[in-house]
DNA sequence: CCTGTAATTTGATCCGGATCAATAAGTGAT
DNA sequence: ATCACTTATTGATCCGGATCAAATTACAGG
């Protein structure tokens, strides 16, 4: 997916700069007046960049820090008790990890990297005193949880009505806006992860994704080659997707 | 389902004693400390007797404030462009209701009463005014919240991999479960709604529910007469509908 | 209690997606 | 480049659940 943040490298450990992110916007401290963000910049570490496969997350693990990919994407699952993976979606820079985990101080979910990974935290002890003077972090942090459930809930619903060509149209409509909300190309790019998972993400078999690829192919919506995707017709593809539920 | 709070209705307004109620290790208060829950006891309204059908929140209405059913049961939903409903789940007592609103201020879904219901509330400058000074209340809204979104990854991915059978053991014996918790009979119980709404909530049609449901009564795990039920065999039941998954 | 209407059950058929199976295209290491 | 291996495409068949269609059972209102 060719995510990658521009700013260089540090390795430094508490010497974030939000101010200058790209990702300020999409992340926590956009929505922050600006004193709150300088505040919660200052809790702010950088995680050293893991490599694909590795796990930024553990299921069971206790919930140390609040988790911001930064650059690279990542997987969202559970593994289950037959040993397969329930995938629950995908991470792009910008996004919150694990907040499932606040639920009960443990992690509920695995989180993988797909590709070279770098991400923020801010720890969990760090996080309470901000919160206990920080009004706007205070609903910041309800805004977020309260988006991931929103988001959860209608995926759910779209996994229950939807069929599996809208399913893996909807897939690629999604993605396609997240990618541009972040500045990247939104109709033409790398997936970073395989049919197989997403197949597993939309409640589907990788051939199944596969054949709906095919159908895009032939009728001219897409242009794919293994992970190269390019959308040819975002328009054709949402129709099929179908409108996000009202109300 | 047969839900009814053993409480004396009062009609008062601003009296709520959280102390005394049956709910309250299931609710907010049974999280906090002695002085915090005294403290939210203080800013909880009660709210006026709801009729079947009402609604408690209405898609897109202001989040006002932080809602939690006392007796009764609902059902969450949203309606599609094309007019249908996504069921997304039924409330019982004591669990909270429109937490999606917190993404934006306004609700996300549609809750309405399936039986006479009655509930809490926080007016939400009243809760703004306990986050400040309340670190339990803190933590036990990030904790509400993440629960919920954790429900709600458990329940895609069971859409995801379960079958229409396992869908229905598995609805019925979490059902079970919670009724359980609450201190009804978890294997006699009245459902508050209806086939189509479980179908919907399933991802099924309803004449699928009625089969399971059929099939169960066969093997002798269920005795159905409509809308009662009686569960004779949970763990056969149990077992379909498979363990959560782990790790 | 009766009656009309809605909810549920049951039956017959059909189809989308799963499953099984084989081929083809990537990808990484030597 | 070549080889070994993984990932993706494509094909053939099968089955669970959707759909269409009655028949039956609850239930609210008179």
Partial sequence: MNIRSEEIQTGAHACVSCRNCALKPLCLPGHLPVQEARALESAVERG???????????????????????????????VTLEGTEQVHGFVLPGEAVGLEGFATGRYGCEVNALEPLSYCRVPMHKLEQLLERLPGLRREMLRLLGQALDEALRLRG??????????????????SERLAR?????????LSMSRADIARHLGLTLETVSRAFGTFKREGWLRVRARDISVLRPDALAALAGAPNCA
């Fill in 182 to 190: 972040r500045g990247f190309p939104p109709y033409d790019f790398r």
């Fill in 48 to 78: 050293r960049q893991l490599a694909p496969g590795m796990a930024l997350v553990r299921a069971g693990a206790s919930m140390d820090a609040l988790l911001v990919v930064r650059s690279g994407s990542a997987k969202r699952f559970s």
């Fill in 158 to 175: 779209e996994l229950a009505e939807t069929d599996a060509r809208g399913r893996v149209a909807r897939f690629l409509a999604d993605l």
